[in-house]
Each structure stands twice: as structure tokens, then as C-alpha cells.
């Protein structure tokens, strides 16, 4: 007897949290044709919630959003035991070195500014994936 055994895989998903529609629209768009799953939140607060919902794969987070801002979150996400692993790469329009030291310090997983391409992003959310499969995390 021969056994076909299939991995199952589950498809990642990539929570947005982005206070400018037109930009978290064209994130969306761009990760949903490469195959993942996305959710949006347009406030730091409403991001930080959605997070401990759905645990995503990967946050793309903005630094500037209304309510708490996206190093506030970073500093949550990263001391929570439940939130700690998640892959976080900030995408914000603060690029002064000390903004990015900032960002990577706190825990960032990567860090890119705006204006960003979207196709380098992909690569990075790509990146980060790959660097939690070969820790093990989900």
C-alpha cells in the first residue's frame, strides 16, 4: 500500500496596520497577488487589537498612525509573550538614522521607508517568512 501524504500548509497572513487608504490598499493588493492573506487597521490601536486576534505572520506597520503610534506598538508586540515572535517590518515616512535605530532597536524586524517600491516589499514580507520557517516559528 502506498501512502500520499500532503503537508499541509496554511497560507500566511500579513495584517496592514496603515492609516492611509491608498497606501495600505496598494500593499494589500500587491500581497494578496502573491498568494497571502491580509487584514487592514487604520489606528494604532485598532492594529494592536487585530493583532491579538488573528496572530499574523508578519505586521507591516506604519510609524505615524492616529492613537498609538507604530513605536508604541512595536514596544507592546515585542514585550508580550503571545505577540514577542511575530515578524514586524515598519514601512513609515520617518528616515532620519536615528528613526531607524529606533525601529530596529525596539525589535523591528526590518525596516523600509516611503516612498517604498512595492515589489521590494513583497521580497522583504517574502524574507521574513522564510527567516521564521527556518526558526521554527509559525
Known amino acids: 500500500i502506498i501512502s500520499n501524504s500532503k503537508q499541509v500548509t496554511s497560507i ?12 495600505a490598499d496598494l500593499i494589500q493588493h500587491k500581497l494578496e497577488r502573491d498568494g497571502y492573506q491580509t487584514k487592514i487597521a487604520t489606528t494604532g490601536d485598532d492594529g494592536l487589537k487585530l493583532v491579538r486576534e488573528i496572530a499574523p505572520s508578519v505586521v507591516i506597520l506604519d510609524g505615524m498612525l492616529p492613537g498609538m503610534d507604530g513605536l508604541e506598538i512595536l514596544r507592546t508586540l515585542k514585550s508580550e509573550e503571545d505577540t514577542k515572535d511575530i515578524a ?5 515616512a520617518r528616515d532620519l538614522e536615528h528613526d531607524v535605530v529606533s ?6 524586524d526590518d525596516y523600509m521607508t516611503k516612498p517604498f517600491m512595492p515589489n521590494e516589499l513583497s521580497v522583504r514580507v517574502k524574507r521574513l517568512l ?7 516559528q509559525n
Not at 103 to 108: F, M
Not at 130 to 136: C, I, P
Open 88 to 92: 514586524v517590518l515598519m514601512l513609515t
Open 130 to 136: 522564510a527567516a521564521k520557517l527556518r526558526l521554527g
Open 103 to 108: 525601529g530596529l532597536s525596539l525589535g523591528a
Open 12 to 23: 500566511p497572513t500579513i495584517l496592514i496596520i496603515e492609516d492611509d487608504p491608498t497606501i
